[in-house]
């Protein structure tokens, strides 16, 4: 029918710019050759259509039960797109067409994620707007843009509710779940009301500190399930953790025991390794804090190197659903990939990829072991970074390699391209940051700051680009690559997930989650 109306419109036009009209034109779409049909790219994109047409819609108010919010730091659009083409070449394709968990969700849109002051974000102003459907400073969260950055005093009385506040108080379950230190932004900002992120373990007098603030939470009963790193802002300086690492507060606070006192008659369990984790019995299990490293958590490569023994995060996520689920009422939890920006400001895509590799599995975890009819799984980043994919690379080309063209009949040549200056060149690269660093197997990207900038151009000639230890070269030279600015994705799945279709402030997002979930009152 609409192709008929496209022919007669098309019919129409001709006409009324005076040539003459088709005679063959009026009924019948012309049939497609058949190489046209048999090509494997027809079927597929007739089979997408089939699902994306039979997608089922729920608005209404309340429908998602439970909501799952993943947040990939830093996982900019250029991140999915390299992220992926990793993913599908570790499993042995070409790597182009694989498609990551959440690129099989039905629907997906863009995301605006500027502070109120800040062109480029930060990761404390987009997760408060995500967290709280209002827009923020850059280095604060929970409070309104119109307190200064660090200012306590007028921070108080300008705290905002979050989304998994308003979840506790409907009696719903809890979790955040972070790869990072848990008192850092992304997961902070899903429950502490600071004007200045820095306040992770001390606060000016009048304000509390971040670890203070989610051991006495007092939305519900406080988080169910939190699991991540930044155990050193839980202990006192004068205590030293299962690493043998020191804890930071100088209050003499000791937060473990103060959360294990809070729960001790609710199913409580502190662990701090990934055994320890794996050995909890859900079923028993009401609280769960699992705090696996002194500060951030490892790089998805550099796990195996851990003292204590890690658990992945997928494998987090699973332990999570598991307590969660347990509930009539529903959960909320929150899931950040928190290294995937890490190791982006050390210039290294290795890790930053292959952490964003393990997101995707998390989230996978996720679709798994829910039901798109009654849970809402969002997916989406706070921010980008200024990482790109250069040059024409033939298919299939290894996305951490150098550029390998086409020639004039467009097949593969036999050797890496060579820029304007005679040098080859990385698909991957920076806009900013520390610069080349060929570090061979070195597995944790941090390493790199302790080395000097090395930015511009270098011979990668005799450089195996796809090692682990490998910095991409940078432009401009900065102590750390930075953020970018542009906007990010959103994948989604479940009741409500349509809403997100289309360009909206990251502040939207609050807006779907609370709508869906029923969080509001009317
Ligand atoms: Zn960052």
């Not at 799952?68 to 070449?89: C, E, K, N, P, Y």
């Not at 480029?120 to 969260?141: E, L, N, P, Q, Y």
């Not at 063209?405 to 050797?415: A, K, Q, T, V, Y």
């Not at 080859?424 to 700051?449: I, M, S």
């Amino acid at each position: 029918m609409r192709t008929r109306n496209n022919i007669g419109m098309a019919a129409a036009l001709l006409m009324a710019c005076g040539a003459a009209p088709a005679a063959a034109a009026e009924s019948q779409a012309a049939p497609l050759p058949k190489a046209q049909r048999d090509s494997s790219w027809f079927a597929d994109g007739q089979q997408q259509l089939a699902q994306a047409a039979a997608q089922p819609i729920n608005n209404a108010p309340g429908a998602a039960k439970n909501i799952i919010l993943f947040v990939g730091d830093g996982m900019g659009i250029s991140t999915v797109t390299a992220a992926r083409i990793l993913a599908g070449q570790q499993q042995g394709m070409d790597g182009e067409e694989y498609r990551l968990s959440f690129e099989k969700m039905p629907f997906s849109g863009l995301v605006k994620t500027y502070n109120t002051n800040q062109q480029t974000a930060d990761s404390a102003g987009t997760m408060s707007a995500i967290m709280t459907g209002v827009k923020t400073r850059a280095g604060m969260f929970g409070v309104t843009g119109d307190v200064p950055r660090g200012d306590c005093a007028a921070s108080r009385g300008r705290e905002l509710v979050t989304a998994l506040e308003l979840a506790e108080g409907l009696g719903k379950r809890t979790g955040v779940v972070s790869t990072a230190r848990i008192t850092h932004a992304t997961p902070a900002a899903t429950f502490a009301k600071v004007p200045e992120r820095g306040w992770e373990y001390s606060a000016p007098e009048g304000c509390r500190d971040i670890a203070a603030q989610l051991v006495e939470l007092t939305a519900g009963d406080g988080i169910d399930v939190i699991l991540g790193g930044g155990r050193r802002a839980f202990l006192p300086k004068d205590v030293t953790d299962v690493e043998g690492a020191a804890g930071r507060r100088e209050d003499g606070r000791n937060l473990v025991r103060e959360w294990q006192q809070r729960y001790r008659d609710q199913g409580a369990a502190y662990v701090e390794d990934r055994n320890a984790l794996v050995d909890i019995d859900p079923a028993k299990t009401d609280k769960l804090l699992g705090l696996f490293e002194p500060s951030h958590m490892r790089y998805e490569a550099d796990r195996k190197n851990d003292q204590a023994g890690e658990p992945s995060l997928s494998e987090m996520t699973a332990s999570a659903l598991e307590i969660l689920k347990r509930n009539d009422d529903g959960y909320f939890l929150m899931v950040e990939g928190g290294r995937i920006d890490h190791g982006h400001h050390a210039g290294n895509a290795y890790n930053a990829l292959n952490d964003a590799v393990e997101f995707a599995e998390a989230v996978q975890v996720a679709m798994d072991r829910t039901s798109a009819e009654d849970t809402l799984i969002i997916v989406t980043a706070d921010h980008s970074h200024v990482f790109t994919m250069a040059g024409y690379p033939t298919r299939g080309n290894p996305i951490l390699g150098k550029v390998v063209g086409n020639d004039s009949r467009g097949e593969p040549e036999s050797e890496p391209a060579r820029a304007a200056d005679g040098l080859p060149y990385t698909t991957l690269g920076y806009a900013n940051g520390r610069g080349f660093a060929a570090l061979g197997k070195e597995t944790d990207a941090d390493v790199r700051y302790g080395l000097p900038q090395k930015t511009g151009r270098k011979d990668l000639t005799e450089v195996d680009t796809t090692a682990t230890g490998f910095h991409q070269e940078a432009l401009v030279p900065s102590d750390a690559e930075t953020h970018g600015g542009e906007d990010v994705g959103v994948w989604a799945r479940g009741p409500g997930a349509h809403l997100l279709s289309g360009t909206h402030e990251q502040s939207y997002l609050f807006h779907v989650m609370a709508h869906s979930g029923g969080l509001l009152a009317d």
